[in-house]
């Protein structure tokens, strides 16, 4: 059974920065594309970015130039850099892969953005 845990989320400032990651207990990172979504409360789901087997990368246009994905097959990891963070950008973030399978979800990490 897969688990997709996601940590490393928090309270910043407006202008700071935090390095999300996704560990999975099963090694399903080799072969699949991988994504980070948020959500924030009564909205949907957004991909926000996205990256496949090979290393190649796909952002939305709302974190285009601030954010950065990359993965580390070898660890089953994926992680996301953020930089110059926002108050738009305050929400829960997952990571799945793409299209996401609903089985995957974990519990996700907030992240606050606010002075």
């Known amino acids: 059974q897969v688990q997709l845990v996601e940590s490393g989320g928090g309270l910043v400032q407006p202008g700071g920065s935090l390095r999300l990651s996704c560990a999975a207990s099963?090694?399903?990172?080799?072969?699949?594309?991988m994504a980070w979504y948020r959500q924030v409360p009564g909205k949907e789901r957004e991909l926000v970015a996205s990256?496949?087997?090979?290393?190649?990368?796909n952002y939305a246009d709302s974190v285009k130039g601030r954010f950065t994905i990359s993965r580390d097959n070898a660890k089953n990891s994926i992680y996301l850099q953020m930089n110059s963070l926002k108050p738009e950008d305050t929400a829960v973030y997952y990571c799945?892969?793409?299209?996401?399978?609903?089985?995957?979800w974990g519990q996700g990490t907030q992240v606050t953005v606010s002075s």
């Open positions: 099963g090694s399903i990172f080799s072969t699949n594309r």
């Open positions: 990256i496949t087997s090979g290393g190649s990368t």
């Open positions: 799945n892969l793409v299209p996401w399978r609903e089985a995957y």
